[in-house]
């Protein structure tokens, strides 16, 4: 298993310790976690973290940021995230398509299979707008080692919070992948076994973000998610590539680092 985490979650334990971020990218990489987790807009903005990372051995897992495809032809943007990836050596990037105004959220409350939500996205005009875009950042990332990505993100304006919307941007855009985020179903009060099941073709990355009770952030395998049994999952159909540690504002970043990697390697 190689597991990476979020670098957001090595500054904040910077800010938790007072410790320096190369002795805490030493202590991540000791505790058997291979790469990160990066945002674009700060990577871009403070390139001394590729230095940082390499001086330390860690790879870079996924470079993420939001394109609001749902309003703007941001198409030129992605493309230079791709490009960054590219050159980062980072194979997959995750995209944040945007959000839905609220009334247009709201249409999805009562679409409880796949052909109501098929045709609200469909008469979507800012949904396909981003269909187009994304058909064009797909084609233009297959010429590249880089695969582009839709987690079920969670924040209920999201046009990709749920099992069925992310079912229909996969059937509708080619190339376009899942990273896998084992905790954000249950944001959705979705099922997280019958969404791997659904899109389980589509997972080319993972998240392995658990949750306490009332969505409480806890270390990866200390919380109320089937953890264990999803990577076994995964395993089984083939995968091989990282699991993320992610617990955003844990209290204790350090402590919760070792104890979601010790978990994961346990496996």
């Known amino acids: ?11 904040q334990a910077k800010e938790q310790s007072k410790k320096e971020l190369p002795e805490l990218l030493n202590y991540v990489k000791a505790c058997g976690i291979s790469a990160v987790e990066i945002n674009l807009k700060y990577l871009q903005e403070h390139e001394e973290t590729l230095f940082l990372l390499r001086d330390a051995g860690l790879k870079i ?10 309003n703007k ?4 943007s992605a493309k230079k995230h791709i490009d960054f990836a590219e050159q980062t050596g980072a194979r997959r990037i995750l995209i ?15 679409a409880l299979n796949y052909e109501n939500v098929a045709k609200l996205m469909e008469k979507n005009q800012a949904i396909q707008r981003a269909k187009n875009s ?3 950042i797909c084609q233009y990332a297959q010429k ?6 839709f987690e079920d993100y969670d924040y209920w304006t999201s046009p990709c919070s749920h099992m069925l919307q992310l079912l229909w941007w996969f059937k509708n855009v080619p190339g376009l992948y899942h990273t896998f985020d084992m905790g954000n179903y249950a944001y959705s009060q979705e099922d997280v076994e019958e969404a791997f099941e659904l ?38 159909q083939g995968y091989q590539d990282y699991f993320a540690i992610e617990h955003f504002d844990a209290p204790n970043q350090i402590e919760y680092l070792k104890k979601s990697a010790d978990f994961l390697k346990g496996l």
């Open 1 to 11: 298993m190689i597991i990476s985490t979020f670098y957001d979650h090595i500054l």
């Open 61 to 70: 897992s996924c470079i993420y940021e939001t394109h609001d495809l749902l």
């Open 73 to 76: 032809n941001d198409i030129e």
């Open 96 to 110: 944040i398509p945007g959000y839905f105004e609220q009334d247009q959220a709201h249409q999805f409350d009562n």
């Open 134 to 136: 994304l058909v064009q």
């Open 144 to 149: 590249t080692n880089v695969l582009v990505t």
């Open 199 to 236: 899109l389980k073709d589509y997972i080319v990355h993972v998240h392995c973000k658990d949750r306490g009770p009332e969505l409480a952030c806890v270390p990866t395998g200390g919380g109320l998610l089937p953890i264990a049994n999803l990577v076994q999952k995964l395993k089984k």
